[in-house]
């Protein structure tokens, strides 16, 4: 039997995650796996917060949750804070868990909206386990007993993201992963077809060195240039701008935080936001912004001021244009990562875009021929992953109530789509959020920025109306206790870093599927 | 069950409940084959389902036995394997049974197992895997059934209004907002309405306002079932923890077993003219036939947006594919499940009641093309019919996957066997399984289908196990358990 050969282009985050899942699940009799990387060119290097599914992700590597702290250097995360998204001076947090639990079949928020209007509940976030101990700096691990309080959440981490890289480098090349520096200068598609291959498809990749890598299948982890999928097969791009209208991001890591606080920040500023993301060895630190609204050398400024450590490197100036190809498989060219789209961190979404399109290839993976029902569904897949993070995030800039500058007016009257339209507006109507089956965040995550940045819709269901008031106060007073004597008992982060230091781990509990921890 | 379950989950909130029953409807099945959805709504109203069970000629259905043109499959409600959520354990099970002439994917089902065997058995608490693996729904005589609920009513104060007649006076506001409703002895005022006749009463009386077909977008495309007959015989079938459906040229024959009796459906795709023939192949499919057949027209169109102003027309929705697969107490429970979910305020919103709707066409679709994929085999072409049915059948045959389900309808596992059962096979292998080696595959798989056959073989008898803790009871009221 012939091998199928897999070329992977790129050494980034994208495709070291891709050749190490691969390397795990593929025979190597009956596979080959090739990646091409350029040190030349080098990788964007930022992408350090990450979502609680990544635990999955390694779980599923079958990589030692500890080890990966040690090796990435990486904190824990609970929740992501948001200052000055609402309005300027103002913060909340958007927790990986729920904020409280529904009574007689009725979501908590119904709830929380009927005390918030008679004056008697506290912030909303305050009914988050996760959102206490991230203020505290506590950090431990969820409890696996679902009628514990401290089941109610679920946690990321922040890593470096080329430790990380190099991590997996490693696990891929013992597991018989080909490395091949070299850059890319054509790629070479197929004139004549075959039983396997038709007109068009890619046959090789040919390096500046003249060497040329023939493969049956590519993945296109190039980054935002997409070597294959686009100068070479010009699949075209969705511009999603006019919604996300950030472009440019600068990127600068500072010396480490003594105690790092165990979630990410991301502060609103004039024309974007800015990012802090506490690791264990440094911090990283950036600006996203509009450059319709703020120039370069604003952004520098602003992100020079408003760091809390000394830079220990160079600015890293990017530039991005928001959006998805429009075919993210096309013909035996399968694009990972940033060169499948791009949509700016504000909520952490991209390596979990990148493993789930793995999980997804892997799903729909094609035998030597490639028929369209894998790869349309696999399409069919990706597209809603990410139109679903794209509304959730666009809706971050669309629920903005600041009144202090030019963009951030735009983004409260520009038009959003439809798909996001009809959910803010059900949630106006009557505190309504529609759940979808697959995607990213569901209602926790909605409810959590909705009513952090001020989003407060007077109608909710009347039937909470019913219930004495007095007695809902009590319940959630006691509420608050139950949290407040939860996260008491907890440990802080730096000391529940600390103790994955030691070669003899901890137990760490079983990656839920759920963003929220294993009651959601 | 409506006023029920409306009953139930609105009483901490002090809403009022009236019901206006209309004349009894001659086609009404006379029995209900549930899924484990029964055990679900007997929590939320606090009912004791043993009691139930005993006082309706009970049964349990673990799924439902199919006789095709050539091959027979099982349907179960849970899961295959040991245990749920199995990471390619499906995919696994139809690499190692590639090839196979006579691939039955039975064998890896307890449930089909148990039911096949005539046995069955609830799991005790100490076992959530086993009780998972083998979900259940029942057979319930459907008069028995509905006298419980209606008792469970008269304790929760519904007011009940039986008519004779089925002509209403409606009286509606100028946004087409139904106000009242005039019966002979009383008027009714109500904020919300929940219309469960087929036939649309309280919603298609109103065309200008309410015209369905007009508003309702375009309605779904017809089911290829037809026409469609009931009845009971009193043979008595104790062995048989699950429906059967036996195939005919044209269509499907239900077997429901009760206690009392044998409860028959039969769908047919066929015109009027063509009944006699499709009667002649049921009296040789099974010997229980009365002389004459009623047939029943069935109307299988239905609007795609049944909550309209103030009203929620269930009924014609619930009768979305003539009850052949799902039942029509399936479909009224999950769309008031949800309904309650969003229950309106005054004003009703727009938003509310689009979402609802949505929602509601992909719990529709969902159970159209399950349903549809039955006449698969007939040779009906299903392509124009349903897109995502022929993605998902695709996907199937080329992947063993399963394009993601877009409600509660059905369950995975529900189309893993109906499209297997079909004949479908998987064509490509899974790579995430291709480091693993056949032998132990094939292994670890017969280490599964081995501990079914164990656990089968210490299972009790159905009969017996209904004889011993669910002897017949005729006592009048159910425990409800506050
Ligand atoms: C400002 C910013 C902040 C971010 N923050 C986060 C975050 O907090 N969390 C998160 O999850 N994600 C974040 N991301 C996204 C994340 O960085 C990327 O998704 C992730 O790093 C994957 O990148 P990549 O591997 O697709 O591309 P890259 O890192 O760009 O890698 C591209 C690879 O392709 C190779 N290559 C390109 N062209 C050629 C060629 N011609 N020949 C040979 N090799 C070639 C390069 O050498 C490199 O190895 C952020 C992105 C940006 C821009």
């Known amino acids: 039997m012939t091998q199928q050969r897999i070329v992977v282009l790129g050494g980034g985050s994208a495709g070291w995650m891709t050749a190490a899942s691969l390397a795990k699940f593929l025979n190597p009799q009956q596979f080959t796996i090739t990646l091409v990387e350029s040190e030349l060119i080098g990788t964007v290097g930022v ?46 947090f958007h927790p990986f868990g729920l904020s409280g639990h529904d009574i007689c079949g009725i979501d908590f928020h119904h709830y929380w909206l009927h005390l918030n209007q008679l004056g008697k509940a506290e912030p909303f976030e305050n009914y988050s386990i996760a959102v206490n101990a991230a203020k505290q700096q506590k950090y431990q691990y969820p409890s696996n007993n679902p009628n514990d309080i401290s089941a109610d959440y679920g946690y990321a981490f922040h890593l470096d993201a080329t430790l990380y890289a190099r991590y997996l480098r490693r696990f891929a090349e013992q597991r018989g992963v080909t490395r091949i520096e070299g850059k890319v200068v054509e790629v070479c598609l197929h004139q004549q077809s075959s039983v396997f291959h038709q007109v068009g498809d890619i046959a090789s990749l040919r390096l500046d060195s003249g060497q040329l890598i023939d493969g049956d299948l590519f993945i296109d982890c190039s980054g935002f240039i997409g070597v294959m999928i686009e100068q070479a097969l010009h699949t075209g791009y969705e511009d999603w701008t006019h919604w996300l ?163 951030w007016r735009y983004c409260q009257h520009m038009a959003v789509p439809d798909s996001l339209a009809a959910q803010m507006a059900l949630f106006s109507e009557g505190g309504r959020i529609s759940e979808y089956r697959q995607g990213l965040f569901l209602p926790a995550s909605w409810l959590a920025v909705y009513l952090g940045q001020g989003l407060v819709p007077t109608h909710y269901d009347q039937r909470v109306t019913k219930l004495p008031s007095e007695q809902l106060h009590r319940h959630f007073e006691h509420y608050l206790a139950d949290i407040k004597a939860a996260v008491d008992k907890m440990p802080s982060h730096v000391s529940s870093i600390a103790a994955t230091q030691r070669r003899q781990s901890v137990d760490y509990p079983a990656a839920p599927r759920s963003l929220y921890g294993i009651n959601a | ?166 002509q209403l006076s409606l009286q509606h506001n100028d946004q087409g907002e139904l106000l009242t409703c005039r019966l002979p002895h009383a008027t009714l005022s109500a904020d919300f309405w929940v219309d469960l006749s087929h036939e649309c009463y309280l919603s298609s009386g109103q065309d200008s306002l309410i015209n369905v077909s007009a508003q309702g977008k375009e309605s779904r495309p017809r089911l290829p079932i037809r026409h469609s007959a009931q009845w009971m015989s009193a043979q008595q079938n104790f062995d048989q923890p699950c429906s ?29 003219v063509a009944l006699p023939t499709v009667e002649a192949q049921i009296r040789s499919l099974i010997a229980d036939v009365p002389v004459q057949l009623v047939w029943q027209a069935l109307q299988s169109e239905s609007t795609v947006e049944p909550w309209q102003h103030n009203c929620l027309s269930l009924g014609q929705v619930a009768n979305l594919c003539g009850g052949m697969v799902f039942s029509e107490l399936q479909i009224v429970q999950a769309a008031l499940v949800q309904f309650l979910d969003l229950f309106p305020d005054l004003p009703i919103g727009e938003n509310n009641r689009r979402h609802f709707n949505v929602r509601w066409q992909d719990f529709a679709q969902e159970v159209y093309d399950f349903s549809l994929a039955h006449f698969v085999q007939s040779g009906a072409d299903i392509s124009s019919a349903s897109i995502a049915l022929s993605q998902r059948m695709q996907v199937f045959a080329r992947l063993g996957r399963l394009e993601p389900l877009l409600s509660d309808a059905t369950t995975e596992a529900q189309w893993y066997h109906l499209l297997f059962g079909l004949g479908l096979r998987p064509s490509l292998p899974s790579v995430v399984l291709s480091n693993v080696d056949t032998p132990s595959l094939q292994h670890k798989l017969s280490k599964v289908r081995q501990t079914i056959e164990r656990l089968v073989q210490g299972m009790p008898r159905h009969r017996d196990y209904l004889a011993k803790f669910y002897p017949l009871t005729m006592v009048n009221d159910v425990k409800h358990n506050e």
């Open chain 1, 47 to 92: 992408g350090e917060a990450t979502l609680p599914h990544l635990r999955s992700f390694n779980q599923l590597l079958g990589i030692d949750e500890n080890e990966f702290m040690r090796e990435t250097g990486a904190t824990y995360k609970l929740a992501i804070q948001f200052p000055g998204w609402g309005e300027e001076g103002r913060s909340y």
């Open chain 1, 245 to 407: 209208p950030c472009d440019r991001a600068i990127a600068v890591p500072t010396e480490r935080c003594a105690t790092p606080p165990p979630y990410t920040r991301a502060a609103a500023k004039s024309a974007g936001w800015q990012w802090r993301i506490p690791l264990q060895h440094r911090t990283g630190n950036g600006i996203v912004y509009c450059s319709a609204y703020m120039d370069d050398e604003q952004a520098e400024k602003i992100l020079l001021r408003d760091i809390e450590e000394n830079p220990t490197a160079g600015l890293n100036k990017l530039r991005f244009t928001t959006g998805k190809r429009h075919k993210t498989w096309q013909r035996n060219c399968v694009a990972i990562g940033l060169s499948a789209g791009f949509l700016e961190p504000l909520e952490s979404t991209s390596l979990y875009l990148i493993q789930i399109a793995i999980q997804k290839l892997l799903e729909h993976f094609p035998a030597q021929t490639i028929s369209a029902v894998e790869r349309d569904s696999y399409n069919r897949h990706m597209d809603t992953e990410y139109l679903r993070v794209r509304d959730f995030i666009i809706m971050h800039y669309k629920v903005n109530r600041r009144q202090d500058s030019e963009f």
């Open chain 2, 1 to 166: 069950m409506s006023a029920a379950l409306l009953a139930n989950s609105l009483k901490p909130f002090a809403i009022e409940v009236l019901v206006i029953e209309l004349p009894a409807d001659p086609h009404m099945p006379m029995a209900e084959a549930t899924g484990p959805e029964f055990s679900g709504l007997c929590r939320i109203l606090g009912l004791d389902e043993r009691e139930i069970i005993r006082r309706c000629q009970g049964t349990f259905r673990l799924g439902s036995q199919y006789l095709g043109e050539t091959q027979r499959w099982f349907v179960p409600f849970a899961h295959l394997g040991m245990s749920a959520g199995q990471d390619e354990f499906e995919q696994a099970l139809f690499q190692s049974l590639k090839g196979q002439r006579d691939a039955d994917l039975d064998l890896w089902s307890i449930a089909a197992m148990a039911a096949k065997a005539g046995k069955f058995a609830i799991a005790g608490q100490d076992r959530l895997d086993l009780r998972q693996a083998l979900d259940y729904g029942v057979h319930l005589d459907a008069k028995a059934y509905c006298q419980i609920l209606q008792a469970y009513c008269q304790q929760l104060n519904v007011t009940w209004h039986a008519i004779d007649d089925k």
């Open chain 2, 244 to 272: 059967q459906f036996m195939h005919f040229s044209g269509g499907w024959l239900k077997q429901i077993p009760l206690r009392s009796g044998t409860y028959y459906q039969c769908f047919s795709s066929t015109a009027a």
